[in-house]
């Protein structure tokens, strides 16, 4: 039971909760409590003086000092808490978007990032109505049932122990509908996560439902999750609609109890009216605190699951920035020595995709890497950005293992170009600095456009610089895309430049562009492209030809033309293509 609740008190101790605000939300509680409870007292005086003919004024003042007094503390008692609450809450946010921006690549992998975040947003709400709304229930239902006995048995012992039969009946009834209501709900919020991750997934890739027609096909996904969502609500509804008569049914119950043998009481002269009319208004004091404690335990228990759930996310992996034995990141050759790797499978077949190779990237020159589409040319510049580590062999730059450089140094010295040159959302110049320490005037940003061939059409943007880019960049073209990404790294200025040629086309005009800016970009660096058509790789200094993850040949474009059949044949099968008319270019050596 304590192991259970340990995720959730470290979770709320990591928060740094304010202790003075906690005891000042705690006095404000008991004294708004206090009020609530001398409320039917005083009523009780009103009207037994009123019955023996008496002035009343003095005690209806009293009494509505009472009920001022009640509201007041309650709501200042609710609003620290909530502040208690919210600043909990958005610590443990920030602490978790920390930790997704820190796990290693692998973990992406394994759990797909929109499930993820939406389970993980949602496990926050949970803690976040536990720590804010349910945290006032729990201190004013406790002490407000405490404070409600002690008045009730002082009021008349007898009496209390009717009432306290009745509410233990009425509880027998509600608390296993409770549960039954709570496990469905669980089951609802499961079901919730799904439908979102399936939502992100399909609108993130509309283009591709529209494209291919499918729009039937997702609307029946969604609405199989809908359905369930439906089935789940509706049965939740039907056990909330029988709860509500069993609670109404049970106060009437008490009351009607109360009544019948407090009447006879009054009766017999042993009992006074206004000490009746305190128990029956003591009555709506106890039913609120009841229920709140009940919505308290419900949402403790799922702030429970939700605790255990960021307590394993919260223990995951998370990159190594520093090195156990740090070494400086010394210019020089980029060489793979032996080096194996095999991604983490999910069905624990690890098939190795880059097998025992030995690459050799020169500084000042560019180095293609060529091979059919799977033969691990993707995986290679994974491994050199070290989102993942080889299992077996090195990587070194200089002749020092690569892992021992520590890793945001060594990311700084890489340029990374990948395939569709994602945007992200903000300014163009937000974009062109994105990543960059430092600050860089107008004229920099303007030189490095200029130098991307990117400046003529910023400045056609309807404002430049700032004009803001929609989402995944959807205002703009492939290939202006493609030269924001290249003046970013004209100001990033990396030694290595990583380069993932766009698997499509562009046009003929804006290949020529791009590829004339990315001459000038990777003058003086070392480069390593990534060719998926051939006519780009031919002034290549260095061409590794990949097969299934081994180096099938390697050289320049004219030795591998003369040595290696495949490549020859690719070549030849490219040439014919480009002397084809321009719809029909030009083939992608992947195909
Ligand atoms: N994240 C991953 N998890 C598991 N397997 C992967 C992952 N990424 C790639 N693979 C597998 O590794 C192999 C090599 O993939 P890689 O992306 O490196 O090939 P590639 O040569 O770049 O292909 P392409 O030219 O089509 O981009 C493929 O069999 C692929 O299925």
Same mark, same amino acid.
């Given at each position: 039971?304590?192991?259970?609740?340990?995720? @959730?008190?470290?979770?709320?101790?990591?928060?740094?909760?304010?202790?003075?605000?906690?005891?000042?939300?705690? @006095?404000?509680?008991?004294?708004?409590?206090?009020?609530?409870?001398?409320?039917?007292?005083?009523?009780?005086?009103?009207?037994?003086?009123?019955?023996?003919?008496?002035?009343?004024?003095?005690?209806? *003042?009293?009494? $509505?000092?009472?009920?001022?007094?009640?509201?007041?503390?309650?709501?200042?008692?609710?609003? @620290?808490?909530?502040?208690?609450?919210?600043?909990?809450?958005?610590?443990?946010?920030?602490?978790?978007?920390?930790?997704?921006?820190?796990?290693?690549?692998?973990?992406?992998?394994?759990?797909?990032?929109?499930?993820?975040?939406?389970?993980?947003?949602?496990?926050?709400?949970?803690?976040?109505?536990?720590?804010?709304?349910?945290?006032?229930?729990?201190?004013?239902?406790?002490?407000?049932?405490?404070?409600?006995?002690?008045?009730? =048995? *002082? !009021?008349?012992?007898? !009496?209390?122990?009717? @009432?306290?039969?009745? !509410? !233990?009946?009425?509880?027998?009834?509600?608390?296993?509908?409770?549960?039954?209501? /709570?496990?469905?709900?669980?089951?609802?919020?499961?079901?919730?996560?799904?439908? #979102?991750?399936?939502?992100?997934?399909?609108?993130?890739?509309?283009?591709?439902?529209?494209?291919?027609?499918?729009?039937?096909?997702?609307?029946?996904?969604?609405?199989?999750?809908?359905?369930?969502?439906?089935?789940?609500?509706?049965? *939740?509804?039907?056990?909330?609609?029988?709860?509500?008569?069993?609670?109404?049914?049970?106060?009437?119950?008490?009351?009607?109890?109360?009544?019948?043998?407090?009447? #006879?009481?009054?009766?017999?002269?042993?009992?006074?009216?206004?000490?009746?009319?305190?128990?029956?208004?003591?009555?709506?004091?106890?039913?609120?605190?009841?229920?709140?404690?009940?919505?308290?335990?419900?949402?403790?228990?799922?702030?429970?699951?939700?605790?255990?759930? $960021?307590?394993?996310?919260?223990?995951?992996?998370?990159?190594?920035? /520093?090195?156990?034995?740090?070494?400086?990141?010394?210019?020089?050759?980029?060489?793979?020595?032996?080096?194996?790797?095999?991604?983490?499978?999910?069905?624990?077949?690890?098939?190795?995709?880059?097998?025992?190779?030995?690459?050799?990237?020169?500084?000042?020159?560019?180095?293609?890497?060529?091979?059919?589409?799977?033969?691990?040319?993707?995986?290679?510049?994974?491994?050199?950005?070290?989102? =993942?580590?080889?299992?077996?062999?090195?990587?070194?730059?200089?002749?020092?293992?690569?892992?021992?450089?520590?890793?945001?140094?060594?990311?700084?010295?890489?340029? =990374?170009?990948?395939?569709?040159?994602?945007?992200?959302?903000?300014?163009?110049? &937000?974009? $062109?600095?994105?990543?960059?320490?430092?600050?860089?005037?107008?004229?920099?940003?303007? &030189?490095?456009? &200029?130098?991307?061939?990117?400046?003529?059409?910023?400045?056609?943007?309807?404002?430049?610089?700032?004009?803001?880019?929609?989402?995944?960049?959807?205002?703009?073209?492939?290939?202006?895309?493609?030269?924001?990404?290249?003046?970013?790294?004209?100001?990033?200025?990396?030694?290595?430049?990583?380069?993932?040629?766009?698997?499509?086309?562009?046009?003929?005009?804006?290949?020529?562009?791009?590829?004339?800016?990315?001459?000038?970009?990777?003058?003086?660096?070392?480069?390593?492209?990534?060719?998926?058509?051939?006519?780009?790789?031919? &002034?290549?200094?260095?061409? =590794?030809?990949?097969?299934?993850?081994?180096?099938?040949?390697?050289?320049?474009?004219?030795?591998?033309?003369?040595?290696?059949?495949?490549?020859?044949?690719?070549?030849?099968?490219?040439?014919?293509?480009?002397?084809?008319?321009?719809?029909?270019?030009?083939?992608?050596?992947?195909?």
């Amino acid at each position: 039971m304590a192991s259970g609740f340990s995720p @959730l008190l470290r979770l709320i101790r990591a928060g740094r909760p304010s202790v003075p605000a906690l005891i000042a939300a705690t @006095l404000a509680a008991a004294a708004g409590v206090a009020c609530s409870l001398v409320f039917p007292l005083l009523t009780r005086n009103v009207v037994d003086t009123a019955g023996s003919g008496g002035l009343i004024s003095e005690t209806m *003042s009293f009494l $509505i000092a009472a009920l001022l007094g009640a509201t007041l503390f309650n709501a200042l008692s609710s609003l @620290l808490l909530a502040r208690i609450g919210h600043n909990i809450v958005a610590n443990l946010r920030q602490r978790l978007s920390d930790k997704m921006l820190r796990l290693t690549i692998p973990a992406f992998d394994r759990e797909g990032s929109g499930e993820r975040v939406s389970r993980i947003m949602r496990d926050c709400e949970s803690i976040s109505s536990l720590t804010t709304t349910q945290a006032v229930n729990l201190i004013t239902g406790t002490m407000m049932l405490i404070g409600v006995a002690a008045v009730l =048995y *002082s !009021l008349d012992s007898a !009496l209390t122990m009717t @009432l306290l039969g009745a !509410l !233990l009946a009425a509880f027998a009834v509600l608390v296993p509908l409770s549960m039954l209501l /709570d496990g469905l709900s669980r089951r609802t919020q499961d079901e919730a996560a799904r439908l #979102s991750g399936l939502l992100t997934q399909v609108f993130s890739e509309i283009r591709l439902v529209k494209a291919f027609t499918a729009e039937q096909r997702e609307s029946r996904r969604i609405g199989k999750a809908l359905e369930n969502l439906r089935r789940l609500g509706m049965r *939740s509804s039907t056990i909330n609609t029988t709860l509500e008569p069993v609670i109404q049914l049970a106060m009437t119950a008490a009351i009607v109890t109360i009544l019948i043998y407090g009447a #006879s009481r009054v009766s017999v002269g042993t009992m006074s009216v206004g000490t009746l009319t305190a128990f029956i208004l003591s009555i709506l004091n106890v039913i609120s605190p009841l229920m709140q404690l009940t919505m308290f335990m419900a949402e403790l228990q799922r702030a429970k699951g939700a605790s255990a759930r $960021i307590a394993v996310l919260l223990d995951e992996t998370e990159e190594e920035y /520093d090195a156990a034995d740090p070494a400086p990141a010394r210019a020089g050759e980029l060489r793979f020595e032996n080096v194996s790797f095999a991604y983490q499978a999910h069905d624990a077949r690890q098939q190795p995709v880059l097998k025992d190779l030995s690459l050799n990237f020169a500084p000042g020159a560019t180095t293609a890497l060529v091979g059919p589409s799977g033969s691990g040319k993707s995986t290679i510049l994974s491994l050199i950005e070290r989102f =993942y580590l080889p299992v077996s062999g090195r990587i070194t730059l200089n002749g020092t293992d690569i892992a021992r450089i520590p890793l945001q140094d060594w990311r700084r010295m890489i340029g =990374y170009v990948p395939q569709n040159a994602p945007v992200m959302p903000g300014s163009v110049r &937000d974009n $062109i600095t994105y990543g960059l320490a430092g600050r860089f005037t107008d004229d920099q940003i303007r &030189d490095a456009a &200029d130098r991307a061939d990117a400046l003529s059409f910023i400045e056609a943007l309807p404002r430049g610089l700032d004009t803001n880019l929609i989402e995944q960049g959807n205002n703009l073209s492939g290939g202006q895309r493609q030269r924001i990404a290249i003046a970013r790294m004209f100001l990033r200025d990396p030694r290595i430049l990583i380069l993932d040629e766009a698997t499509s086309a562009l046009d003929g005009e804006t290949e020529r562009q791009v590829k004339a800016s990315l001459d000038r970009l990777r003058a003086g660096r070392t480069n390593i492209v990534v060719a998926h058509r051939l006519s780009t790789v031919f &002034d290549a200094d260095l061409i =590794y030809f990949l097969e299934s993850g081994r180096v099938s040949g390697s050289g320049t474009h004219s030795d591998l033309v003369a040595t290696h059949e495949f490549y020859a044949r690719l070549v030849e099968r490219q040439s014919h293509a480009a002397s084809l008319p321009a719809a029909a270019l030009p083939t992608p050596l992947s195909a």
